[in-house]
Each structure stands twice: as structure tokens, then as C-alpha cells.
């Protein structure tokens, strides 16, 4: 039975396994449901915590990585996964068919990514919803382009906008790497 659409704001760590990967996804779920981009949520989660897993230092003994998760009934649904930093590698060539980022970027309204090797990558999405003001003001004529994130550049004035815990618009990370897809 779907719950009403309420404001959430929560944060779940996990051990950086993939049996924590399937449990981070059922977290998001159960939190979402009845949501209009519960499942878009839940894919997003999935392919950021896979990669937090496979791709980052999170993935070595005892690693972990955290799912936050914020929605604002009417507006959106905000997901981020938070692992242990580590080396960024980056595909030199695009292979036909879409990888994480790829399709975390074909499914929110807008995301990115903030952090560094040494404190930790912090992967986040805004999925918008049918209706909100952010998704009328986004219909335009990009709005059904593709996106592939191969090349990742820095975000409008350097830095991506996060909403903070307290859920206010914030700033990123102080240094590091700050990008928008």
C-alpha cells in the first residue's frame, strides 16, 4: 500500500558489498513508495552504490558507502551516495550501450558529482517530478537529448549545487572536483 507523499530527509550507511548494494535499493524502495520516480530512484541508487563498490576505495576490507535521500512532495526526489574516495577512472571510449553515470544521467533532471580521491566522491540526482515547477521550467528544446558522461567538466561557476542536510540549497564539497551532467 503506498504511503502519503511526504518530506523525508535520511541517511543509511552500508558495508560496501553487493548484498548492500540490493539492500540500499529495497531502503530507497520501501522509502518511496507511491512516489512518481520511486523506480527511476532505485535504479539511480542502485548504479551509484554499484560503483561506489566496484570503483572506489569503499570496495576494499571494511569499506562502506551512505544513501541520502531527500524529497520535497510537489518538487523532487534528491538521492546521493557517499563512499570512501579512491582514484577516478574514467572510460576513453564510449561502447554503445550506457554505464552508471550514463544512466543516472538519462533518468534525473539533473546530477553530479562533488569530492575528491582523498576525502571520498560524493555521486548525487534530482529527479524531478511530473508536474513541479522544476520540471516545467526544465521542458525546452534539450530536454530530450541524450547524455553520456565520458568527459566530465567542471559544473556552471565550478561548483554543483546540493541541497544541505538541514535542506537548504548549499554549495559543494570546498575543493575538489565539482561537476554537473
Known sequence: MAQALRALAVTADFRASADQVRRARNFVGRLLDGWPVADDAVLCVSE???????????????????????????????????????????????????????????????????GDAQSGWIVWARLDLPGSRAGRAARGPDCDREQSVTNPGP???????????????????????????
Do not use: C, M
Open 48 to 114: 551509484l552504490a554499484s560503483n561506489s563498490v566496484l570503483h572506489s576505495a569503499s570496495g576494499e576490507a571494511g569499506g562502506t558507502f551512505s544513501v541520502q535521500l531527500k524529497t520535497v512532495p510537489g518538487e523532487y526526489v534528491w538521492v546521493e551516495v557517499r563512499d570512501q574516495g579512491g582514484s577516478w577512472v574514467q572510460r576513453d571510449q564510449y561502447d554503445g550501450r550506457p554505464h552508471g553515470l550514463d544512466i543516472v544521467g538519462l533518468l534525473a533532471a539533473d546530477f553530479g558529482v562533488d
Open 155 to 181: 559544473a556552471v561557476n565550478g561548483r554543483a549545487a546540493r541541497p544541505d542536510s538541514a535542506g537548504g540549497p548549499a554549495d559543494s564539497l570546498q575543493g575538489g572536483l565539482s561537476w554537473r551532467g
